[in-house]
């Protein structure tokens, strides 16, 4: 969906049951920059046919906000057709990872015929995995013409979370920095981690955008809803320190 002048959002791709993943790409006179590549190549297509609808001329571009599955399991469909992938030079992942993944994906298929038929093929079909090849790393800008996609390191969730912000549109892609609704992951850090990761939202705040993308769950449109969700994860994020436990163990 148009979310404004310039960007737009994919929500509710495929992911791992109750979770849904966002996708989303901003148009530019001669890019399109297209974030995060859903869990699997399917998506990837799903998003390029998207992307691809507006402009049609434009160069794509790809950036991942994390070095998570379900945020670039897509990947290997863009590298593919030569497409440039951005990202923090930290979220590099190994296929012996991605197939750890795989067979863990497999074993929550809860019908014992479904998961002994390996159905989490039919889920990753023709998925392999493929780094992003380009570093984007606080303070950079990527031109797509009359408009610019500048980067911010957003750690927490994961050491190499970036954010993307459209100034002009105040519009912000996030990855899993924020979640609205669904409780946020903070099993893949500690307490500093989660430290960082409060430091990360109060850049949220200080960029003031108007509309934010997350990693999951609806958009988050308007300042007061920003508000509202940004404190949520805030409460999770000092709960957690202070127990020095993630919310989901
Ligand atoms: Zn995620």
């Not at 797509?144 to 002009?168: D, Q, R, V």
């Amino acid at each position: 969906m148009k979310i404004s002048k310039s960007c737009y959002a994919i929500t509710g791709l495929s992911a791992e049951t109750p979770w849904a993943v966002n996708s989303g790409f901003v148009v530019g006179d001669y890019s399109t920059l297209i974030i995060d590549t859903g869990s699997n190549y399917l998506s990837a297509q799903t998003i390029f046919g998207y992307s691809t609808g507006i402009n049609q001329d434009n160069k794509c571009l790809v950036v991942n906000t994390e070095p998570h599955f379900d945020h670039i399991g897509g990947n290997s469909f863009f590298r593919e057709r030569g497409i440039d992938i951005f990202a923090h030079p930290g979220i590099r992942r190994t296929q012996e990872i991605f197939n750890q993944n795989k067979e863990e994906f497999n074993r929550t298929i809860q019908n014992s015929v479904r998961q002994a038929a390996n159905e989490a093929e039919a889920f990753f079909y023709n998925t392999i995995l493929a780094n992003p090849n380009k570093s984007a790393i606080q303070g950079d800008i990527i031109s797509l013409g009359g408009i610019e996609a500048k980067i911010f390191e957003t750690p927490g969730h994961t050491p190499f979370n970036i954010s993307i912000f459209i100034e002009p549109d105040c519009v912000l892609y996030c990855g899993d920095c924020v979640v609205s609704e669904y409780l946020p992951n903070l099993e893949a850090g500690d307490q500093q981690d989660w430290i960082n990761w409060l430091q990360a939202i109060d850049t949220i705040v200080s960029l003031d955008p108007v509309t934010i993308v997350p990693g999951h769950g609806r958009i988050i449109a308007g300042k007061r809803s920003i508000k509202v969700e940004l404190e949520r994860m805030r409460s999770i994020l000092n709960t957690a320190i202070k127990d020095s436990k993630a919310p989901t163990l």
